[in-house]
Structure formats: structure tokens, C-alpha cells
């Protein structure tokens, strides 16, 4: 079985040696799609050994062309602020939810590790395509393939925001009885933005998620607002987090 490892870039040169240098230890090939950075991401790549395509559009764009060239049996979509663990290995099924593991500093390092714990923990409940908190990367090639062919073109060429969960939805569409495998603790995800930083990415994905009104996928907005299977005093813990990314979100959304 042979592993592709896709990483959407722009201006990644801070994380991107970490997440190709990982991701050639446990996967056949790397292909870092750059939206055409202006510093260093792009030679850094190069120069740790993956192979790089300069794409104009995105995220979803980006994701679609790197699965395309791709030789692996598998699809990794990994973002350039994530790297691999040791616990990467014991593939079982078509679609594969890799649990993260927060590393970084700062509020929102601590917040998102709170986040992730709760959510990883109550993992089974938390892979609803619809609702739930964490979403597949790995994929059988040939099953992301054909999910790509069924996103509206409209999306594929403007969507910088849910992408991950449009690609699951219909990947599920077409894996209906199939199962989903978890993998405790398989990639690090580097979070330690600062809390404006962080809350002005959150307006963004807002502003970006208006693309889905009127679509079918525009149930993510509005399903996805709380962790599903948790105690009170666990969503109480997930109140803080809830709160920094949900009214960034809304005012980009709705204003």
C-alpha cells in the first residue's frame, strides 16, 4: 500500500520543512500544492524532498490537484501547520480520522488542547459527517476521486473554509456502510497563534462560508455548533474555545 501525503501551501515557510520532513518517514511521496507564496515555502519544500505544483485557487483546488497526480493507494490531506507521530500505522479502512495532538504556546495552544482532548476522547460520537467535531484526512485515492467529481464547481474554485467537511460528506455519499477508522494521537498540529490571530482566521472561515447558503452542505454552519456526547461540564470546559471561534465566525458569516 502505497501513501500520498497532500499539503496546501501559502506563505508556509515557518512549519512546512516539519510537516515534508514527517510526512517522507511514514508516506511514499509529498506533494506541498503552493497558491504561489511570496517567501521561502516553496525552496524549503524543494529541498526537503517534495514534489511541488504552483496552483491558482483554493484550498478545495489545491486539495483536488494534488489527488490527481497522486500515485499512492491513500490520500493524506495534511495542512503545513501539521506533522506525523509515531502512532501513524494500522491502517484498517477506506476513511481514516487522524487524532491530533496540540502542540505550540500561548492561550489558544491551550485552549485547542482542551478541545481536542475532550473531543478525541468521545471520538466514536464525534465522527458524524454532519455534526461531529473530527474529520477524516486519509482516503482511498480512488473513492476521493470520485467524491471530488460531485462538489459544485463553484465551490471547488472559491472554498477556503470546510472544505475538509464537504470532502468527507460526499466521500460518505458514496462509502455509505462503510467504516470509519480512528487513529489515536497520529499527527501533531502546531497552534500558537495569537488570540487576535486566531479570532481573525475564525471572521475569515466566516466570511468564506457563505459560500455554502443554499447548498446542501450549508448544514455544516448550523449542526456543527457543539461537540456531540458531551457531559455539561465538558462543554462548559469547551465554553471558552466555543465562544473565540463562534463569534468571529458569526459576525464574518452573517454581517
Request: with cysteine; proline share 3%.
Amino acid at each position: 500500500m502505497k501513501i500520498s501525503v497532500i499539503i496546501p501551501t501559502l506563505n508556509s515557510e515557518r512549519t512546512i520543512k516539519l510537516a515534508v520532513s514527517s510526512s517522507l518517514k511514514v508516506a511514499d511521496e509529498v506533494i506541498v500544492v503552493d497558491s504561489f507564496s511570496t517567501d521561502r515555502t516553496v525552496e524549503i519544500a524543494e529541498k526537503e524532498g517534495a514534489r511541488v505544483l504552483q496552483v491558482r485557487g483554493s484550498r478545495l483546488i489545491a486539495r483536488i490537484e494534488g489527488a490527481k497526480v497522486a500515485r499512492g493507494d491513500y490520500v493524506v490531506n495534511l495542512d503545513s501547520d501539521m506533522y506525523f507521530s509515531e502512532n501513524f500505522k494500522g491502517f484498517e479502512e477506506k476513511v481514516i480520522a487522524l487524532g491530533e495532538i496540540t502542540v505550540g504556546r500561548g492561550i489558544v495552544h491551550k485552549l485547542m488542547s482542551v478541545d481536542r482532548e475532550i473531543t478525541h476522547k468521545k471520538w466514536a460520537e464525534n465522527l458524524s459527517v454532519c455534526n461531529g467535531g473530527i474529520i477524516p484526512r486519509m482516503y482511498d485515492r480512488q473513492l476521493l476521486l470520485k467524491a471530488y467529481e460531485m462538489i459544485p464547481l463553484n465551490l471547488k474554485d472559491r472554498l477556503n473554509a470546510f472544505e475538509d467537511s464537504v470532502i468527507y460528506y460526499n466521500v460518505m455519499k458514496l462509502y455509505k456502510e462503510g467504516k470509519v477508522q480512528f487513529i489515536p494521537n497520529a499527527v501533531y498540529h502546531i497552534e500558537d497563534d495569537s488570540l487576535w490571530q486566531f479570532m481573525r482566521k475564525w471572521y475569515k472561515y466566516g466570511k468564506n462560508a457563505k459560500l455554502l447558503r443554499g447548498t446542501e452542505y450549508e448544514r455544516f454552519i448550523y449542526e456543527r455548533k457543539s461537540r456531540p456526547g458531551l457531559t455539561l461540564g465538558e462543554k462548559m470546559k469547551l465554553l471558552p474555545i466555543t465562544l473565540i471561534k463562534g463569534i468571529p465566525f458569526a459576525l464574518g458569516y452573517y454581517l
